[in-house]
Each structure stands twice: as structure tokens, then as C-alpha cells.
């Protein structure tokens, strides 16, 4: 029944999770368990002329939409097929000028509308679970989300009421509600911000803090490959939170956002929270370092930049829990990172990086994609600044993960051997 299954997949019911995906047939480590295309997706305005808005490549010479100026495509192929959608935003885009300002949850749910308008049967990213299926929580949502999709119904009104015909106010505040809880982002082999896409199909798996596979994308498809051996009737499980963070703070962030409470065995146990918890030697010299040279350098160059502000912001609301845990410690190192990457400034770079990556391999399971983006910032970085024999060894730790969650023919893979080869 192609409702119900995929190929050596089915649909099922948990108990006390209700519907769920498992394996009906073994699935190895790296093997691909399946493709899912896009129901709809859109690319970030801040990736614009990078990337294709209808496939998602990145190359130079893109071609611009001759309408707007804003919209860029790898060839006509591209351009026309990405109009039904493009022109939802194309005139709008014009005429609204700098006040046009549509979040991308907005700009999707429009696209999903002209979806659903155009496509009247099954598409190939619902053989198992139909958009309309997708669990809402809308009974769930609190005040202040409620607002929050309020706000996004008047501006998805206010921008798109040329082109779309809307279901009533009711019907859209579900919508709102469904990509809330199942949108993925989609990012590149650095975990860069590229879009966001909604796979009904996708949506059916179920979380653990130990997943039993990962979702990476090719284009604007989510691919779905084991992280550990499986065995028939085993259930496909996915992480839908960063796993860095300490059993209560997980839960916390799992409830917040999709309404439920894991009880894997991981949060069972909470075998691995001594070491997230942590508590840092109070005249560790490290902490006021890493505060004054972010603060230093965003201030220095960026203070328009909206950097800036976001640097300062988790200044505030880390502070008052910065000596207690290693995890929060290992983010303002990240975003520290980011601002010496955005000042070039690799020396810099290099330095937080090599900090964060040892507590990365031993906090995050196998086959992380923080991980593998870690070595490969750092083996660039390497590369860059003439350390050739490191650069090689990170880049070459990077792929071993890669060729197990994006597939040894992906192209980040591909072009990741090629570098290498090159360099």
C-alpha cells in the first residue's frame, strides 16, 4: 500500500506516540532508508544570488529575474519552473519596495497554499503522510505563539492577498502551526542557514536523543540515512533538538517547541549530563577572554551588523548560567568563531575552533553533523593559513562522517575530495 510504505519502510502505531516510521527489512550504517522531495520550500532572501531559488545550486553567473532584480536561477530550465511560486513575490516584491517584509515562515506557507491550490492528488513527498495530516498542537499553542501567528496571518494577507485565495482564519492559524512543528531547515555541509522546506513524509518521524538516523539534504530534497546498523521492526528516530544540551534543558526545548517530553533512554539514564554539567573552575581564564574579544571585535566593525546585537543578546541571557555548564560555555565559543570568521580574523578562528571540537566529539553521538562541520571550518581554516598537513587530517575526519550521513556520491562528498585533491 503506497499510503501506508516506502521501500522496506512502514507506517505504524506507537504506543504513547502515536503514528511513527519503522525499517521493515535490515538497513545498514550510511545506507539510505529514502529520498523525500520538497512539498514546498523557499530559499533565504540572505542566500539570494548565491543560490538557485528553484534547485538550490550554488554557483557564480546566476541569472536574475528580469522582473524584480531580486530572484536569481541557474538557466530558463530553472527560472520557469520555479514561476508558479516566484511570482507570488515577484510583483509584490516591486511594489512594496523596502516595506515588503515577510518572515520565511510566511513566504513558505504561501507556497504551500499555491501548492495545495495546484496539486490535487498525492505528490511524491506524501506516499505515507498527506501535509493536511501533519500534527498542529494548535490546542497547545500558548499566547504568546498565538500572537506571534496572528502577526503572520496579517502579513501573509498584507503580501500575498494579489495572488492566493485563503482558507478561513482558523484553517490558516492551524497551517501556521503544522510548519511550525515540521518545518526543516535546510543547510549546507557547514550547517549554514539555506531555507525551509516542509516533507510530509519526513514528518512522520519520531524523535529520540539517540536517533537511529539523519536527515541531510541534496537540493531541495531531505535524504534519510541509518547512523547505526538496523534490523526489522526497528523504529526510524530522528533528533529534532541540538543533542548538546543536558537531559532537563533538552526536555525543556522539547516542549517548548513541539509539545512532548522524551523518554529515550538516554533521558532515562542521563548517562552522559555529569559531563554537559560540569561545573567550570571559577578562575578559569577563559571566560572574561572569550566576553571582551567578542564584544571587542563586534563592536570594533559591526555595530550596524545584526551580529552585533545577536552577540550581545547571548551575552545577556548566557550570563547567568555561563559558570554553571560547559554546553553553554561551548556556544559563546561558536559564536565568538563566527566573529573572528566575519572579521577574518582565522588565527582566531582556528584558536575557538580547536576549543570546541574536542568537548564536540566526546558530547555529540557519532556521526554528528556539528561535528563534521567543525572539522571541516577548521580543515579550511588550516588550509587557508598554510598548514597543509592539518588542514588534510580535518578535512579527511570531516568526510568520514559525511560519507556516512550525506552518502559517498553526495556532492558536498564530491567536492570535499576535490579540495582536498587540489590543495
Not at 100 to 126: F, G, H, N, Y
Amino acid at each position: 500500500n503506497t499510503r501506508e510504505s516506502r521501500g522496506g519502510l512502514e507506517r505504524f502505531d506507537s504506543p504513547g506516540k502515536g503514528r511513527s516510521l519503522r525499517v521493515t527489512r535490515p538497513f545498514k550504517l550510511g545506507e539510505l532508508l529514502f529520498s523525500c522531495p520538497a512539498y514546498s520550500y523557499v530559499l533565504s532572501l540572505e542566500e539570494r544570488g548565491c543560490y538557485c531559488e528553484s534547485c538550490f545550486t550554488r554557483k557564480n553567473g546566476l541569472a536574475k529575474c528580469g522582473k524584480c532584480h531580486k530572484a536569481f536561477y541557474c538557466n530558463v530550465k530553472c527560472q520557469k519552473g520555479d514561476w508558479a511560486m516566484h511570482k507570488l513575490e515577484c510583483s509584490a516584491m516591486t511594489a512594496f519596495g523596502e516595506n515588503w517584509c515577510p518572515s520565511e515562515t510566511v513566504r513558505l506557507v504561501a507556497r504551500i497554499l499555491a501548492k495545495k491550490k495546484m496539486q490535487k492528488e498525492r505528490c511524491l513527498s506524501e506516499k505515507i503522510l498527506q501535509i493536511g495530516e501533519m500534527q498542529s498542537h494548535i490546542e497547545d499553542v500558548d499566547n504568546e505563539k498565538r500572537e506571534m501567528n496572528e502577526a503572520d496571518v496579517a502579513r501573509l494577507h498584507r503580501f500575498y492577498s494579489k495572488h492566493l485565495d485563503f482558507p478561513d482564519h482558523k484553517d490558516l492559524l492551524t497551517l501556521f502551526s503544522q510548519v511550525a512543528c515540521n518545518g526543516f531547515t535546510i543547510e549546507d555541509d557547514e550547517l549554514s542557514h539555506l531555507g525551509t522546506a516542509v516533507y510530509p513524509d519526513v514528518a512522520l518521524i519520531n524523535h529520540s536523543c539517540l536517533p537511529s538516523v539523519i536527515v541531510t539534504f541534496k537540493g531541495t530534497s531531505a535524504e534519510i540515512r541509518a547512523v547505526k546498523n538496523m534490523k526489522p521492526g526497528d523504529e526510524v528516530l530522528i533528533s529534532y533538538i541540538d543533542l548538546l544540551y543536558p537531559t532537563d534543558d533538552r526536555n525543556n526545548r522539547l516542549r517548548e517547541s513541539y509539545y512532548f517530553t522524551c523518554d529515550c533512554q538516554e533521558c532515562k539514564s542521563k548517562s552522559r549530563d555529569k559531563t554537559k554539567l560540569k561545573v567550570r573552575k571559577q578562575r578559569d581564564p577563559i571566560e572574561p577572554e572569550i566576553i571582551s574579544n567578542m564584544v571587542r571585535y563586534a563592536r570594533k566593525a559591526i555595530r550596524e551588523f545584526r551580529l552585533l546585537e545577536m552577540c550581545e543578546q547571548s551575552l545577556e541571557e548566557m550570563g547567568a548560567v555561563f559558570d554553571d555548564s560547559n554546553v553553554y560555555m561551548l556556544h559563546m565559543m561558536y559564536q565568538a568563531m563566527g566573529v573572528c570568521l566575519y572579521m577574518e580574523d582565522p588565527e582566531g578562528a582556528i584558536r575557538y575552533g580547536e576549543k570546541i571540537l574536542k568537548p564536540y566529539k566526546q558530547l555529540y553521538p557519532p556521526y554528528s553533523l556539528n561535528v563534521s562541520s567543525m572539522y571541516l571550518k577548521l580543515g579550511r581554516l588550516y588550509m587557508g593559513w598554510e598548514k597543509h598537513s592539518m588542514g588534510i587530517s580535518a578535512l579527511k575526519k570531516a568526510m568520514a562522517i559525511m560519507e556516512v550521513a550525506h552518502g559517498k556520491d553526495h556532492y558536498y562528498v564530491t567536492e570535499l575530495r576535490n579540495e582536498m585533491t587540489q590543495k
